[in-house]
């Protein structure tokens, strides 16, 4: 990737990311930097479930724009829509194992 591909593709996910609410970005960047649901419920003193619906929205919506981004949030590979209907999937949250 030439540099100026990798400056659009920055500004891109930062324009994704700034979508959130402030809340569901906060919860995704932790996520992303390795912690637990627990753990990130316990540094922001809220429940492990008010994280659980963070991060649900926050994959949601950055499934939508970039796929990719959601991934790297979950910590899991998924198949992509177009995966899932090649397979026979059946649109569900179907996960491969493995770790990225």
Known sequence: MDPLDWLIAQETVREILETLAPGQLVVAALRMEG????????????????????????????????PELAVMIEGRRRYTWEQRGQNGGNGGGVELDGEL
Request: proline share 0%; glycine share 4%.
């Open 35 to 66: 912690l637990s649901n627990e753990q990130i419920a316990d540094l922001l003193g809220i429940t492990h479930q008010a994280v659980n619906s963070r991060m649900v929205k926050a994959r949601r919506r950055l499934a939508r724009e970039l």
